[in-house]
């Protein structure tokens, strides 16, 4: 019993060092910090290294996303709490856990008691601008609080001939026009026509490069015949050796299914293709924050303004034979996070701490001068780019994704990560639990969970695991009601 105590003692000690609160703003008598312009660039599903300069995928090119990692900061251990659009979202928006903000997928609604950073901003004196994918708490594309000026569309929205709902009026566009680009331009509009004596923030959610994947015409087949190098993980749930590796057996199974490789989206698509059509439609986004970059200039806004670009979630290609998001494996988990501010800190830096999506808020106020509200487990990650504590305040990330009805191949999964182990448990399945040596074991092939040397590891990473539920009100899993019709539904109409 002592050293069961002992044991949680320790872990809720870690919690509150390395994840506890900081105020973002100045404290009682120190002076008001400068409010600094900020564009918030946000993509859907792209993948942490699928930009030119990591070398990932040596034919793709994105010179404006490489401008900004030499001329700025790429963080490669960047992550979220929950793989997957609404509740990533929803984390940015508030700076909450998904077990707090309650919208948990991406039917859940907004529980209507939340409150988005920048409603802060705008207390503030900021003028702020919403353009693009909400996809948050609803499919609607209504004004939300915050913003004062709203342009965005319904659910996942259209890459061609799009409406948009611009400051509550539904506008249609015709004749090709291609959303990347449109909001993109509305966005240069927006900052052309802004009040210059208020600092600015602005909001871009892209649509890009969320599936079904559509480039540009002008970067449609681009990439024609181009072709990936397919990861370690692609064929072990294929051949049987993922027995031997000790891997779940979900996994395995989930490779004929929509989020597998031998069934990509219910189709015989081949894996390549879809690749290829991926990096067309990210080259749009690359011309976007192009664009966004030559009217700063223009303006001579380009040292002053910080300017943050993230994905919403990450992308698996083939890893474990999956595609797609939700688990916690690196690809799924791990998103682009590119900084950018020459007034602020020196370019070329590539910081390895460890970053969460619950990050981006905390930061945004305090480059504000906005105080930190006590509820935001996050932290600003300035200090790590100024070099003021480079290797950053987390010692390990939570995760956590809560399993859906319209996807039930992959269970619910509660996860934690260190810089060397990556604990995963799942919750409802009767299968394994995981546990990787990411030093050692960067694909995450061999699970350790049944060796002996490990136990200690493990213990002490479930009770730190249960530890952050129990200290942040997530020992209950949100339930959402839904009309979707069950198997006893059919049998009772006589309808199977």
């Known amino acids: 019993m002592q050293s069961k105590l002992s044991l949680r003692l320790w872990a ?21 910090k400068k409010q600094r312009n900020v564009i918030f ?13 990591t070398g990932k995928v040596p034919w793709l090119e994105t010179p404006n996303m490489d401008r900004l990692a030499a001329e700025g900061a790429y963080l490669p251990n960047t992550f979220v709490t929950t793989s997957l659009c609404s509740p990533s979202r929803a984390s940015i928006l508030t700076g909450l856990y998904s077990h707090t903000h309650t919208i948990v997928d991406n039917q859940a609604p907004n529980p209507g008691n939340l409150t988005y950073f920048p409603q802060y901003l705008q207390e503030a004196g900021y003028q702020t601008a919403f353009l693009g994918k909400w996809h948050m708490g609803s499919h609607t594309d209504e004004p939300r609080p915050g913003f004062d000026h709203w342009e965005s569309f319904f659910g996942q929205g259209v890459y061609y001939n799009p409406t948009l709902n611009i400051n509550g009026e539904r506008i249609e566009y015709k004749d090709s026009t291609y959303i990347t680009d449109l909001l ?17 923030f602005m909001y871009l959610s892209h649509k890009a490069v969320h599936a079904e994947f559509q480039p540009a015409r002008r970067h449609k087949g681009r990439y ?28 395995a199974k989930q490779r004929v299914s929509w989020h597998g490789v031998d069934y990509m989206y219910h189709s015989n698509t081949d894996m390549q293709e879809l690749v290829q059509a991926y990096c067309e439609t990210l080259l749009g986004v690359d011309d976007s924050v192009g664009a966004v970059l030559e009217y700063l200039e223009k303006e001579g806004l380009d040292k ?21 998001k939700r688990h ?22 590539t910081p ?9 808020a905390p930061t945004i106020l305090a480059e504000a001068g906005v105080a930190q509200p006590a509820e935001m487990p996050g932290v600003s990650f300035v200090p790590i780019l100024t070099g003021a504590e480079p290797g950053g305040s987390r010692a390990h990330i939570f995760y956590e994704y809560y399993w859906e009805n319209d ?30 040596d990411l030093e050692n074991d960067p694909h995450e092939m061999y699970n350790l969970i049944g060796a002996p040397e490990k136990q200690d590891v493990i213990k002490q990473m479930l009770d730190s695991l249960y530890t952050w539920l129990e200290t942040t009100g997530g020992m209950q899993i949100p339930l959402k009601s839904t009309d979707r019709p069950r198997w006893g539904d059919f049998k009772h109409r006589g309808e199977y």
């Not at 240069?188 to 009040?195: E, I, M, S, T």
């Not at 996807?407 to 604990?423: A, S, W």
């Open 12 to 32: 809720l000690l870690l919690i509150v060092l390395t994840t506890g609160l900081r105020a973002g703003g100045p404290g009682p008598g120190e002076p008001q």
């Open 41 to 53: 660039i946000l993509t859907d599903d792209h993948r942490f290294d699928y930009m030119g300069f």
């Open 184 to 200: 993109t331009e509305h966005a240069v509009d927006w900052l052309d026509r802004r009040d210059r004596d208020k600092p600015f």
């Open 224 to 251: 024609a015949g181009m072709k990936i190098d397919l990861p370690p993980t692609y064929d072990q749930t294929k051949t049987g050796a993922w027995r031997d590796l000790k891997w779940p057996e979900w996994v």
């Open 304 to 324: 002053e303004t910080l300017i943050i670009y993230m994905g919403d979630n990450g992308f698996s290609w083939g890893e474990h034979g999956l595609i797609d």
């Open 328 to 349: 916690f494996y690196e690809e799924s988990v791990k998103v682009p996070l590119l900084v950018r501010c020459p007034e602020l800190f020196e370019g070329g830096r």
């Open 352 to 360: 390895t701490a460890m970053v969460q999506n619950i990050d981006v």
């Open 407 to 436: 996807f039930p191949m992959t269970p619910t999964v509660f996860g934690m990560r260190t810089d060397k182990y990556k604990y995963i448990r799942y919750h409802g399945i009767w299968d394994r639990n995981e546990l990787y």
